[in-house]
């Protein structure tokens, strides 16, 4: 049977990810005719006021869910989440300055791969465990100028408290940010490309502590956070697009409840997932409890050679993007904040359909 021309029915894709239906709505509305002129937005000027009003609504919503002291600003910057495994380094640090990397995975080997390149170094701890997080001493950040870590590792589905530093820390938070509350006070940065749980793919959103963003940084302006900020991201034209889709989802998140909310619709759809893994002898997932993603649910299935029925049959009942990153292989469901408890509830449905006939 062809699905051809079937819209998908959930999207479990790591990001890009699926975004709410009514989002998606009001995306499209503006492509078309965007009040007051109704021609589209993508014609919309940077420097009108109607972009304006977008962009102060989307910070404000943004404060009002971190709820964010006045000493943080917010920075709504185009290109991915990667470029900031050096941009951090260089915007916040000083080139004498020794800085602590937090190895628990994926992500955060590639911003140690970059920071190495910039600055003296310290990985911690000395032989990672790729199924736990690490338990760091608040000593193991002693000398240290900052400390950066990966609040979840998206390939694996690891997620990382924040550590225990007397130093501020900086943390890759692109695939959980606003899933739930957290305290910014320890932070110096933390930033998020918007693709998985805010957006679609072209922002990145930072928010720093404004003394920790160095001015003499030799940097061009575009690349510095300091001259971004003073400018209100607007040095060149920013991915007006993408920004408003952004600012439609900050919206939505306040709309349906906050973070506090997010992270209950997170902690019940993971459960499901994570509940059929457990009583099942065909699935299993590799990280231990504690350290077990919300957002990324990973796990394979006993005889690999199944794993292509998995997909394609997974596929026809409309649910799509369970592939596993290349690295890892096996499955893996991505639930960020546009997954609705349904979209895990037909996944288990699946999974056990698809357990019953192997
Ligand atoms: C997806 C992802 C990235 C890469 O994001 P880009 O916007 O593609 O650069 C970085 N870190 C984490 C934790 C991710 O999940």
Not at 149 to 167: D, F, K, R
Not at 236 to 247: D, K, L
Request: glycine residues 8%; negative net charge.
């Amino acid at each position: 049977m062809s699905t051809e021309g079937t819209p998908a029915r959930y999207n479990y894709a790591p990001g890009p990810a699926q975004l709410p239906p009514e989002v998606v709505a009001k995306a499209a509305e503006a492509v078309r005719s965007f009040p007051p002129h109704g021609r589209s937005i993508l014609e919309l000027s940077h420097r009108s006021t109607d972009f304006g009003a977008i962009a102060e609504q989307a910070e404000a919503d943004l404060r009002a869910l971190l709820a964010l002291p006045d000493d943080y600003v917010v920075l709504f910057l185009n290109g991915g989440a990667r470029v900031h495994y050096t941009l951090w380094v260089q915007n916040l640090s000083t080139p004498g300055d020794r800085i602590g990397l937090v190895d628990s995975g994926f992500w955060s080997q590639q911003a140690i791969k970059e920071a190495r390149k910039l600055r003296e170094i310290r990985v911690l701890p000395d032989s990672p465990d790729p199924a736990d997080y690490p338990d760091l001493a608040p000593a193991d950040a002693d000398g240290l100028a900052f400390l950066h870590y990966v609040s979840n590792e998206t390939l694996t589905g690891l997620a990382m408290p924040a550590p225990q530093a007397a130093c501020p820390l900086v943390c890759d938070r692109t695939s959980d940010f606003l899933s739930r509350p957290f305290d910014i006070r320890p932070y110096a940065l933390c930033y998020a490309g918007s693709q998985k749980n805010f957006g679609t793919a072209g922002l990145t959103v930072l928010v720093a502590r404004r003394d920790c963003l160095r001015e003499e940084t030799g940097l061009a302006p575009g690349l510095s956070y300091a001259a971004q900020a003073r400018t209100g991201c607007l040095y060149h034209t920013p991915p007006i697009y993408a920004w408003h889709v952004s600012a439609l989802m900050l919206r939505w998140i306040r709309e349906q409840g906050g973070l506090e909310e997010m992270e209950r619709r997170a902690r019940t759809r993971a459960s499901l997932v994570y509940d059929c893994i457990d009583a099942s002898s065909l699935y299993a997932n590799a990280i231990v409890p504690r350290a077990r993603s919300r957002m990324n649910v990973c796990f394979t299935l006993a005889d690999s050679g199944l794993e292509a029925a998995f997909l394609q049959q997974a596929e026809t009942a409309g649910l799509i993007g369970l592939r596993g990153h290349k690295v890892t292989g096996g499955m893996r469901a991505s639930l960020y904040n546009a997954m609705p408890v349904t979209g895990a509830e037909a996944l288990v449905e699946f999974m056990r359909d698809f357990e019953r006939k192997a």
